[in-house]
């Protein structure tokens, strides 16, 4: 069974930062691409980042570019997500999701809460 | 960049069939995938590549996709089926990536 089990979330004052973490198991993590995606409260679906299977590709929204990082450890089959800078406006839960190609998003976890506020 | 457009509401009767709309600028040129989000839960894929139906996926979800507008169709709707409902495609002709509808809401009367 695929499981994505995201962790890392939390309250963070404005400016601050916050490690997202990703465990996955359930299928072969170093043939996937692997991406964010974050909900605001009340909003809809707003793509992060992607990475490549071998992390030789990175790709961001133009509103975290410079301020968050995807990374991924294949031999811990583990995505993480660095987030710098934080602001009130990048609260949301954030979704770590997965796909063969780089396209669409098979699997998808249940998701962890960042809250920026003062 | 390029824009998704969905109606915000759908209700349809159960049993009857429900039809959620996509639109965007030469859409039926690129492959839409849709995701179901129930309440409280994480969105789960429901069509891909504008007609294909991962596995455990019923058969009542089907997808087209022509000109500027691409159609999720929910056949014979059931209680479950309520939810929000988000069309997607993968714009490579700039640097976002994954471009979301706004979402449309599915209300089983």
């Known amino acids: 069974e695929v499981q994505l089990v995201e962790s890392g979330g939390g309250l963070v004052q404005p400016g601050g930062s916050l490690r997202l973490s990703c465990a996955a198991s359930g299928f072969t993590f170093s043939s996937y691409w692997m991406s964010w995606v974050r909900q605001a409260p009340g909003k809809g679906l707003e793509w992060v980042a992607n990475i490549k299977q071998d992390g030789s590709e990175k790709y961001y929204v133009d509103s975290v570019k410079g301020r968050f990082t995807i990374s991924r450890d294949n031999a811990k089959n583990s995505l993480y997500l660095q987030m710098n800078s934080l602001r009130a406006e990048d609260t949301a839960v954030y979704y770590c999701?997965?796909?063969?190609?780089?396209?669409?998003?098979?699997?998808w976890g249940q998701g962890t809460l960042v809250t920026v506020s003062s | 960049s390029y824009v998704l457009t969905q109606p915000p509401s759908v209700s349809v009767a159960p049993g009857q069939t429900a039809r959620i709309t996509c639109g965007g600028n030469?859409?039926?040129?690129?492959?839409v995938h849709w995701y179901q989000q129930k309440p409280g839960q994480a969105p789960v894929l429901v069509v891909y590549?504008?007609?294909d139906r991962p596995s455990g996926i019923p058969e009542r979800f089907s997808g087209s996709n022509s000109g500027n507008t691409a159609t999720l169709t929910i056949s014979r709707v059931e209680a479950g089926d309520e939810a929000d409902y988000y069309c997607?495609?993968?714009?490579?002709?700039?640097?976002?990536?994954?471009?979301f509808g706004g979402g449309t809401k599915l209300t089983v009367l």
């Open positions: 030469n859409i039926g040129s690129k492959s």
């Open positions: 590549d504008d007609s």
């Open positions: 999701a997965s796909g063969l190609e780089m396209v669409y998003a098979s699997y």
């Open positions: 997607q495609v993968w714009d490579s002709s700039s640097d976002l990536h994954w471009v």
